[in-house]
Nanobody, 119 residues
Framework: QLNLVESGGGLVQPGGSLRLSCEATGDLFAVYTMSWHRQGFGKERELVARITTSSVTNYSDAVKGRFTITRDNAKKTVWLQMDSLTPEDTAVYYC?????????????WGQGTQVTVSS
C-alpha cells in the first residue's frame, strides 16, 4: 500500500516551467508503474506521462517533447518536469501508482496539485 502526496503546482506564465513532485510512503515503491494524469475544468481525466518499473516512459501527444517524467526508487519519488507551458496545460495534476499484475487492487491516487498557466 502507498500513500501519495503531490507538490509543486502553482501559477506560471505561458512559456514557463514547473516541476511537480510525488512523494510516496509505504512499501515496494519500485514494483509500481507510476504516472501523472491531469483533469482540466469540464474535461475528463487524461494520462499525461507514465514511467514503468523498468523506467520506460510514455507521453501523451499533447505534452511529448515538453514534459519529462523521472523516478528515484531510493527516494520513493516521481517528478514531472513541465517546460514550454501553455494555457491548455491548466489542470489539476494527479500522481498515480499501479501494481499492474493486480487489476482489481493496488492502485493509488494522490490528492492532486493545481497548475494554472496564465499571463
Amino acid at each position: 500500500q502507498l500513500n501519495l502526496v503531490e507538490s509543486g503546482g502553482g501559477l506560471v506564465q505561458p512559456g514557463g516551467s514547473l516541476r511537480l513532485s510525488c512523494e510516496a510512503t509505504g512499501d515496494l515503491f519500485a514494483v509500481y508503474t507510476m504516472s501523472w494524469h491531469r483533469q482540466g475544468f469540464g474535461k475528463e481525466r487524461e494520462l499525461v506521462a507514465r514511467i514503468t518499473t523498468s523506467s520506460v516512459t510514455n507521453y501523451s501527444d499533447a505534452v511529448k517533447g515538453r514534459f519529462t517524467i523521472t523516478r528515484d526508487n531510493a527516494k520513493k519519488t516521481v517528478w514531472l518536469q513541465m517546460d514550454s507551458l501553455t494555457p491548455e496545460d491548466t489542470a489539476v495534476y494527479y500522481c498515480h501508482a499501479d501494481y499492474l499484475p493486480s487489476p482489481d487492487g493496488y492502485k493509488y491516487w494522490g490528492q492532486g496539485t493545481q497548475v494554472t498557466v496564465s499571463s
